[in-house]
C-alpha cells in the first residue's frame, strides 16, 4: 500500500502591477489551475503599512526594502492560499527566479519572465518553506486557521468533495 502525501499549503501574492493587469491576473490565475491547485482562501486587499513591513521584515537592512514596502501598499494586491502535493517547490518553480531579467533568459516560460517588471515589481510572491507559508498567512490572512484546514478541509480537498462558488471560490460539500 503507498502511503497518500497530505496537501501542502503556500502562499501565492499576486502584486499591485499584476492586478492592475486583467491580462496577466487571468493567465497568472489560469496557471494555477492548470497545474493542480487548489485555491483554498483568495483574499483582494490592498496591505497596510503595517502589514508589509512585518511581511518583509528580513530584507530591512537591504537597499531595496522602502521601494518594496512602498510598492506592496501601492495599491490592490491578491492572496491565495494554493494546496497541493509540493506545493511549495511546484508554485515556487512556476514563478521562477526573483530577478526577472535573468528569469526571462533562464526561465522563459514562466510567470516573473512573462508578468514581472523589475525586480520588485516581479508579479508574484511565494513561501519559501512550511515555516514562511504558516507566518505569511498569519499576517496577510490572519483569519485562516491551520487545525481546522489539517482536520476537516484537507480531507475533503483530497476527496474532490469541493465545488465552485461564485462568492467564495469554493464550498466544501458536506454531504456529496
Given at each position: 500500500?503507498?502511503?497518500?502525501k497530505p496537501?501542502?499549503?503556500?502562499?501565492?501574492?499576486?502584486?499591485?502591477?499584476?492586478?492592475?493587469?486583467?491580462?496577466?491576473?487571468?493567465?497568472?490565475?489560469?496557471?494555477?489551475?492548470?497545474?493542480?491547485?487548489?485555491?483554498?482562501?483568495?483574499?483582494?486587499?490592498?496591505?497596510?503599512?503595517?502589514?508589509?513591513?512585518?511581511?518583509?521584515?528580513?530584507?530591512?537592512?537591504?537597499?531595496?526594502?522602502?521601494?518594496?514596502?512602498?510598492?506592496?501598499?501601492?495599491?490592490?494586491?491578491?492572496?491565495?492560499?494554493?494546496?497541493?502535493?509540493?506545493?511549495?517547490?511546484?508554485?515556487?518553480?512556476?514563478?521562477?527566479?526573483?530577478?526577472?531579467?535573468?528569469?526571462?533568459?533562464?526561465?522563459?516560460?514562466?510567470?516573473?519572465?512573462?508578468?514581472?517588471?523589475?525586480?520588485?515589481?516581479?508579479?508574484?510572491h511565494g513561501?519559501?518553506?512550511?515555516?514562511s507559508v504558516?507566518?505569511?498567512?498569519?499576517?496577510?490572512?490572519?483569519?485562516?486557521?491551520?487545525?481546522?484546514?489539517?482536520?476537516?478541509?484537507?480531507?475533503?480537498?483530497?476527496?474532490?468533495?469541493?465545488?465552485?462558488?461564485?462568492?467564495?471560490?469554493?464550498?466544501?460539500?458536506?454531504?456529496?
Open positions: 500500500m503507498t502511503s497518500v496537501l501542502q499549503l503556500t502562499l501565492a501574492i499576486m502584486k499591485p502591477h499584476v492586478v492592475s493587469c486583467p491580462f496577466s491576473l487571468h493567465d497568472i490565475r489560469r496557471t494555477i489551475l492548470d497545474n493542480g491547485f487548489y485555491v483554498v482562501r483568495s483574499k483582494r486587499q490592498t496591505i497596510k503599512l503595517e502589514q508589509a513591513e512585518q511581511f518583509y521584515s528580513e530584507h530591512k537592512a537591504k537597499f531595496f526594502y522602502n521601494r518594496l514596502i512602498t510598492f506592496m501598499t501601492s495599491g490592490p494586491s491578491e492572496a491565495y492560499i494554493l494546496a497541493r502535493e509540493d506545493a511549495i517547490s511546484v508554485w515556487r518553480h512556476l514563478m521562477g527566479p526573483t530577478k526577472v531579467f535573468r528569469c526571462q533568459l533562464s526561465n522563459p516560460d514562466s510567470i516573473r519572465a512573462k508578468h514581472g517588471l523589475t525586480d520588485t515589481r516581479n508579479a508574484t513561501s519559501d518553506s512550511d515555516e504558516r507566518q505569511e498567512i498569519s499576517i496577510i490572512v490572519p483569519q485562516f486557521c491551520f487545525e481546522h484546514w489539517k482536520q476537516t478541509e484537507e480531507p475533503m480537498f483530497r476527496n474532490g468533495k469541493v465545488q465552485f462558488n461564485d462568492q467564495q471560490f469554493i464550498h466544501l460539500a458536506h454531504n456529496s
